[in-house]
Nanobody, 118 residues
Framework: VQLQASGGGLVQAGASLRLSCEAQ????????VGWFRQAPGKQRELVAS???????KYADSVAGRFIISRENARKTVYLQMNSLKPEDTAAYYC?????????????WGQGTQVTVSS
């Protein structure tokens, strides 16, 4: 499955960004899609996920600031990031999980860089 993450950029603290993840798969509507991030020297972490029923989960560090949503007709998942903080700076990746775990059906790709200045 091919994934395309986009929407990153350089913003000031307090600003907002919206990331997009397009997944070219016929089973998009029933799979769980997740947004991950990896800062230099740190492990990749799951920040938000959304299942086929649009149930969402968030990491504690982003809950209340980030909103994940999906548009099945466009095979796209969005991550609306509000009140950005410098500690949100990272490369953001999306991936999919059809029950066998993350990274099994799709490569991680290059991700999209988010840089938040103080």
């Amino acid at each position: 499955v091919q994934l395309q993450a986009s929407g990153g950029g350089l913003v000031q603290a307090g600003a907002s960004l919206r990331l997009s993840c397009e997944a070219q798969t016929s089973i998009f509507s029933i799979i769980t899609v997740g947004w991950f991030r990896q800062a230099p020297g740190k492990q990749r972490e799951l920040v938000a996920s959304i299942n086929g029923g649009s149930g969402a989960k968030y990491a504690d560090s982003v809950a209340g600031r980030f909103i994940i949503s999906r548009e099945n007709a466009r095979k796209t998942v969005y991550l609306q990031m509000n009140s950005l903080k410098p500690e949100d700076t990272a490369a953001y990746y999306c991936n999919i999980n059809a029950g066998g775990g993350w990274g099994k059906l799709a490569n991680w790709g290059q991700g999209t860089q988010v840089t938040v200045s103080s």
